[in-house]
């Protein structure tokens, strides 16, 4: 797997990609695996570009259950074998990465669609300036790779459908809910009433 499989994966290069295409790859010569079932579990603290890569080169999935999402906004990666205490844990350097302002305000104007074409071609040479940087520098330079004792996550677990009294739609039976005595899925339980 290479790069090239991260980004038929999520669709583009950027920096986002790069940095997860990095991870993995630590994650993969440091485990000599990618992930068939669930063996390899990796918990990534951000929802980033960066995840593709690790789904694309790890193998690590929801779907599977080895891909454990925590929302903390940080580019944090800990990767671990099923049965071993021991995991990898990777972090970009604060550091690792200047500010852009000018990316920065360029992007923005992406984002908002009112970019001129001009500021369109700007941005996206200075996109894929950055991801190649990344791409190329040291691991050492950006990345602070350590290992750590973890407590690892159970298997996931597969559990019955219910089907919600309101919608009728089917749902996982733990997430199910009781509004005016009856079993309904999550949306319902929280929707007002009509």
């Known amino acids: 797997m290479d ?19 990095r991870v993995a790859l630590l994650a993969a010569n440091h485990f000599r695996d990618r ?10 603290e951000n929802r980033s570009c960066a995840v593709d890569a ?19 906004g940080k580019h944090v990666y ?22 852009d302002e ?17 500021e369109a071609k ?5 996109h ?12 050492e330079e950006l990345f602070w790779i350590r290992e750590v004792k973890i407590e690892p996550p159970e298997k996931a677990k597969v559990y019955p459908s219910l089907v919600c009294s309101k919608c009728g739609e089917g749902f996982m039976e733990p997430l199910g809910r009781v509004r005016n ?3 309904v899925c999550i949306p319902c339980f929280e929707a007002k009433d009509e």
Do not use: W
């Open 3 to 21: 790069f090239n499989n991260a980004v038929e994966f999520h669709g583009h290069a950027c920096p986002g990609l790069s940095i997860g295409y």
């Open 35 to 44: 992930s068939i079932d669930e063996e390899l579990v990796a918990v990534v």
């Open 54 to 72: 690790i789904q694309a080169i790890n193998g690590c999935t929801c779907g599977k259950g080895n891909l454990i999402f925590k929302d903390y």
């Open 78 to 99: 800990t990767y671990f074998k099923r049965g071993d205490e021991k995991a990898l844990r990777i972090s970009l350097k604060p550091d690792a990465l200047p500010q």
């Open 102 to 118: 000018k990316h920065a305000a360029l992007f923005a104007k992406i984002r908002a669609g009112t970019a001129s074409p001009d």
């Open 122 to 126: 700007e941005f996206q040479s200075s």
């Open 128 to 139: 894929e300036t950055k991801s190649q940087k990344i791409l190329e520098m040291p691991e």
């Open 181 to 183: 005595g009856k079993i």
